[in-house]
């Protein structure tokens, strides 16, 4: 397994101060982002550069983290591409955030995802805004960057998600759900529809885990994601 530090993420040492950390990331930033650095895996770089800037140049997110940093190995994990899925075995606590990098997608988990993920089995998500107007489908694995509108300030820009996929058309294209095999301990991103495409603009038409995947698609076992199992137990019990 691989390990995420932040500190060697931004090419730091753990006692660097405030303005290191801001030049670090203005250098790496210019030279993975998006616009200027057309190689694949320059933006799932930049992700994780991005993800490392907002917790070590917040004062209390730093302190929490160098304590957890201390405690625990911290944030491994390790993306493998196999059977056509992008799945990974992080290092889970449930103290501690996780970086996991699924392909050419980087999640930065905060603790409290990580424990609902392993608590849950499951973990939804929306992309989350940027400033950068770089975004990413995860429906397909498109990414484009649009032009952000200069006459706006940035926090109005930042709440503009674009309706579709300019590759798929998808209007799901910015949720994700990741799911963990209680089992085999992977974890993976649904790679199907989340909604259904008769009803997907209303919230109670997201499909359930156990709808797309029976058993998990690695290890074949069965009752390996909890909040499903749960679900199907109320559902059982409703019909008796």
């Known amino acids: 397994m691989a390990s995420t530090d932040y500190y060697q993420t931004l090419e730091i040492s753990p006692d660097a101060s405030e303005e290191e950390i801001k030049a670090a990331y203005r250098r790496l930033a210019r030279l993975y982002?998006?616009?200027?650095?057309?190689?694949?895996?320059?933006?799932?770089?930049?992700?994780?550069?991005?993800?490392?800037?907002?917790?070590?140049?917040?004062?209390?997110?730093?302190?929490?983290?160098?304590?957890?940093?201390?405690?625990?190995?911290?944030?491994?994990?390790?993306?493998?591409?196999?059977?056509?899925?992008?799945?990974?075995?992080?290092?889970?606590?449930?103290?501690?955030?996780?970086?996991?990098?699924?392909?050419?997608?980087?999640?930065?988990?905060?603790?409290?995802?990580?424990?609902?993920?392993?608590?849950?089995?499951?973990?939804?998500?929306?992309?989350?805004?940027?400033?950068?107007?770089?975004?990413?489908?995860?429906?397909?694995?498109?990414?484009?960057?649009?032009?952000?509108?200069?006459?706006?300030?940035?926090?109005?820009?930042?709440?503009?998600?674009?309706?579709?996929?300019?590759q798929c058309q998808s209007t799901d294209w910015s949720e994700f759900l990741l799911l963990h095999c209680l089992h085999c301990q992977t974890t993976f991103e649904c790679e199907g529809p989340l909604r259904d495409p008769a009803t997907e603009h209303e919230q109670e038409s997201l499909f359930f885990p156990y709808d797309l995947f029976p058993y998990c698609p690695y290890c074949n076992q069965g009752e390996w994601c909890a909040s499903e199992e749960a679900r199907l137990m109320v559902l059982q019990e409703e019909v008796e």
């Open 33 to 166: 982002h998006p616009d200027t650095n057309k190689d694949p895996e320059a933006a799932a770089r930049f992700i994780e550069i991005r993800a490392a800037y907002e917790v070590l140049i917040d004062s209390i997110k730093r302190k929490e983290y160098d304590e957890q940093r201390h405690m625990l190995p911290y944030g491994k994990a390790v993306g493998i591409a196999r059977a056509g899925r992008r799945h990974a075995f992080p290092h889970f606590s449930n103290i501690a955030p996780v970086v996991i990098r699924l392909r050419t997608m980087v999640y930065a988990l905060t603790a409290q995802a990580v424990y609902l993920l392993r608590r849950d089995g499951m973990l939804r998500g929306i992309a989350p805004w940027t400033d950068d107007t770089a975004y990413y489908c995860h429906r397909c694995q498109y990414r484009w960057i649009t032009p952000a509108p200069h006459n706006k300030p940035s926090s109005v820009r930042s709440r503009s998600l674009p309706d579709r996929c300019p």
